[in-house]
């Protein structure tokens, strides 16, 4: 298999939060995200009136009379304001009945007042309030019902609990068909369905809580995914795959322009026998996505894309990336949110995109960035060994700790005392680390809500760099 060996970066994954986290939905103002938890939820923002309660005592008044309860208090018919004229007087999807702010369940036709109060929230939902939609409403490429905005695109798998979420190519924001979707019982079956997929279809590969270990030739590839194929590898956080991959072999190989793959909750460990191939290569034109996952071995981009997100990237092996010599950068995007980079990894060399929002990256040699470099660095702690090179001054910096001078608030070298032990999160900031990293982040739209672990982050006012909000 020979390749230009063009960098990207070396990164593996370690899952800093269960698989299918509560998910974010993509609206018209940003990414909104939700409280994470062991099931997934309908992964709607908050602030859409689906989390909201109410003032008032919930027994009764001195005067004997029942007074206002908190929603969908059967007892009061939901009654929550009894001083309304219309339903302009409520809020958060209630109505006006009888005189009282109340669900649009006790109405005798709830979505008929719904229209009349919330012209853009026309349907009656399940919980009493008036809403956009419902979530069996939603299909093709909207799959996602967000209450408040209608249906939108899935931008994460939870959302698509029956199949995976396109979060990329021509089908982005649309679930797989359900259809595509096939249980692997066993390692073996994996070589045999790769091969019976053909150029331009999809498949899903749902993975149980097992080991599956595949040893690699020379030369050869575990998973090649060419031929304009979409193929998801979705675990449930307790998926093992590993591997020792062979001199000038890899384990996942996205070869193709317009070659997409996912990888969400998993655990692969693969090692390099010999040689500078990569676990994970990424060729012209294809896409990466790796979610709630974790790895040992090295990353390349080699002209395509990666996207990684809630996830921790590591090379336990420093292996070398990029060219033998590392200074050739390698082409494509990087992105990483919530995404932590521990020691052990040699190098991060980019020429292309970066994206790194809310990210601690600690590599034991120099952040090396191409002539071509740009994008953001933002709200994240970039670490470094050696130094980030001046070329990477193509991206913008802002609200970031770096011990580099010049790109950011400049902080000493790694402190390990900076962290706390976890093993829900890598990088959780210890006290000592939240007085250092805890308020020179400033959240914008566009950023992720949650931090790694699903805490909120404030929206206004400062923040915490990184991957954790204390």
Do not use: K
Not at 62 to 78: F, K, V
Not at 332 to 358: C, K, M, Q, T
């Amino acid at each position: 298999m020979t390749r230009g060996m063009q960098l990207v970066a070396s990164l593996g994954l370690v899952p800093v939060a269960c698989f299918a986290p509560d998910a974010p939905v993509e609206t018209a103002t940003g990414t909104s995200d939700e409280t994470s938890g062991a099931e997934p939820s309908s992964g709607l923002p908050s602030g859409t009136g689906s989390e909201t309660t109410t003032e008032g005592p919930d027994e009764s008044t001195s005067s004997g009379e029942p007074g206002p309860t908190t929603l969908g208090d059967s007892s009061s018919g939901g009654v929550i304001d009894a001083d309304c004229e219309s339903t302009d007087d409520c809020n958060d999807g209630l109505v006006c009945l009888d005189g009282a702010c109340g669900l649009c369940t006790q109405a005798d036709d709830g979505d008929s007042v719904c229209v009349e109060g919330y012209p853009q929230r026309p349907l009656c939902g399940e919980d009493g309030r008036c809403v956009a939609c419902l979530a069996d409403s939603c299909s093709g490429a909207t799959p996602v019902c967000d209450p408040s905005q209608g249906c939108v695109a899935c931008t994460e798998h939870a959302h698509c609990p029956d199949s995976a979420c396109h979060l990329g190519g021509p089908d982005a924001g649309s679930c797989f068909d359900t259809a595509d979707v096939i249980e692997v019982q066993a390692p073996g079956a994996f070589a045999e369905l790769l091969g019976e997929i053909g150029p331009g279809q999809d498949r899903v590969l749902i993975l149980g809580a097992a080991t599956y270990t595949f040893p690699v030739e020379p030369g050869f590839s575990v998973f090649d995914i060419d031929g304009e194929r979409e193929v998801a590898f979705v675990g449930n956080g307790s998926t093992v795959l590993e591997g020792s991959v062979g001199a000038n072999a890899t384990f996942f190989n996205a070869t193709d322009d317009a070659s997409q793959v996912y990888l969400a909750g998993l655990e692969w460990n693969g090692t390099i026998q010999s040689g500078d191939i990569p676990v994970l290569w990424v060729g012209p034109g294809a896409e990466l996505w790796v979610d709630d996952s974790t790895a040992r071995g090295t990353l390349q981009l080699g002209g395509g894309d990666a996207h990684v997100r809630r996830s921790n990237l590591f090379d336990g092996a420093g292996t070398p990336v990029g060219e033998p010599d590392a200074s050739v950068p390698g082409v494509g995007s990087l992105y990483l949110e919530n995404a932590s980079v521990e020691p052990g990894l040699e190098r991060i060399s980019i020429n292309g995109l970066l994206d790194i929002r809310y990210s601690t990256i600690v590599v034991d040699g120099d952040f090396v960035c191409g002539d071509e470099t740009d994008g953001i660095v933002r709200n994240s702690v970039v670490l470094t060994g050696g130094s980030i090179s001046e070329a990477c001054e193509g991206a913008a910096w802002s609200g970031s700790a770096v011990n580099t001078p010049g790109f950011g608030t400049s902080v000493p070298p790694f402190d390990a005392g900076w962290f706390a032990p976890s093993t829900a999160v890598r990088f959780r900031l210890s006290p000592q680390g939240a007085e250092v990293f805890g308020e020179l982040a400033q959240w914008e739209d566009g950023d992720p809500r949650l931090d790694a672990e699903g805490d909120e982050r404030p929206l206004e006012g400062p923040s915490a760099a990184g991957v954790d909000e204390p």
